[in-house]
């Protein structure tokens, strides 16, 4: 069977990678110049020209002994690098406060209510859910370990990873917490699972699209797919300027906004429900100073949304992946939500450098200037999967015509890992 991909981002890659090893004849058809969408390594000099980079997407991704991502990037003989144990830090009010290594510390942390830690303390002993109907990440985090738990903690963790507030999604925004609670409990499913560690490939995180595009047959770049068209014998045709090809099956491994389009005259209402998928955009801004201590020496901060709005958290690359910033300087990576969904006191103020730098003093009052800043816009960077995202997935995947998929981290969930995990049980 000959198989056309339409995007060269991680699930398309992946996806063709995936059908290669089973023999299939498979080529890819990527928009941009070059392949990997948001998970490419942009190179960054340091201020005296010294080589440095940044990420575009994901700073890392965390990986469990023996799990479908540890068994991918043995498969793709690309090695890991794990920055080890760092500390990471909440920043509620004007303190910053520590989040346990482990989560017994939980007991004696401050971050949270007594009234809440003992309230959570009864999470194993609460009863499972049918998967139906679909919860709401709120309501389910509520259910399991308590309303307290999920003010107090959910929303600066849920902000850091998906950019928008926990009471808009839904459970499946993170599908690991449906796996999870099906061992009975959260605390049973995290003690079952084992432990994730924190990783990134040797070069960054674009090694991995670079490695895989290595291991497809055929990758075009610079082609960006306008019309599909169904041909007698259910046969496929896929256009882009310049050049048309036939195939059994096509793949959309876009983004719900871009596939919708393209499957609206064949498939109305699978494009109609791909429509419907909200997704965020983010601001980031990257960042080089002279170390500051402990702070370089961890993860990096996640703000509770109130003290924020719409400022999210900072990471520390420089910890994260050593080879990012030039010998002794400390790289900062600052997010910026969404202003319409963090009810942004100043929405008009511009979040330049100036804005962002007021922001980490506030948590890092001892921080040196900046030597160099460099800024990024990532529009509609992140499926947002508010409630009913189940219903919409299913119904775009349903309504599709035979010999045609939708693959996409707004399929199986929104990071790097759930990508690698959802398409191994696709394959
Ligand atoms: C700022 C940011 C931080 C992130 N941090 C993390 C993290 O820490 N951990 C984690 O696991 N995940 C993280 N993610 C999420 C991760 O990057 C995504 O899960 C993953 O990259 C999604 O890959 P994809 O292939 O589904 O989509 P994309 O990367 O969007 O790829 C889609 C590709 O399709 C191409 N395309 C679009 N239209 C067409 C067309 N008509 N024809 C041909 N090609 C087309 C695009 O150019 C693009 O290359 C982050 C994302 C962002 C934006």
New binding site residues.
Partial sequence: MATII?????????TAWHLHRRGEAVEV????A??????QTLPWNGPGGEPGRV????????VRAGSPADRLFKALDLPLNSPGKGARWVGKGDQLIPVPAHPMGLATSPLMSLRTKLRMALEPFQPVRPAEPEEGLFEFIARRAGRGMAEELLAPMVAG?L?APPHLLSVDAIPLLRKWESHGSLFNGVRKSGISHLMVPEGG?GALSSRLAERVPLVRTG????ALEHLPGNRWAVS?PGHRAEADRVI????AF??AP?LAPLAPAASEALASIPYTS?K?WHSRHTPLMPFADGFGFLIDPPSGRPYLGT?VPSWIDRGCAPEGLMQLRS?IGDSTLWEDPRPEEPKDWAWTEARLKRWLPALAPALQTRE?V?PN???RAEKGHRARVRTAVEALPKGLDW?????????????IEGLEDWA
């Avoid at 990420?55 to 965390?62: D, V």
């Avoid at 959309?252 to 983004?255: I, N, R, T």
């Fill in positions: 339409l995007g060269g981002g991680v699930s398309g890659l992946l058809w990527e928009a941009e070059e392949p990997g969408g948001w998970v990420e575009k997407g994901p700073q890392g991704i965390l990873i950019a995180m082609l960006r797919a306008t882009a959309l491994a876009l983004p871009e596939a393209l983010v980031l990471l997010f990024e990532s960077a992140i499926p693959i996409s981290n707004a399929r199986f969930g929104p990071g790097v890992r759930d990508v």
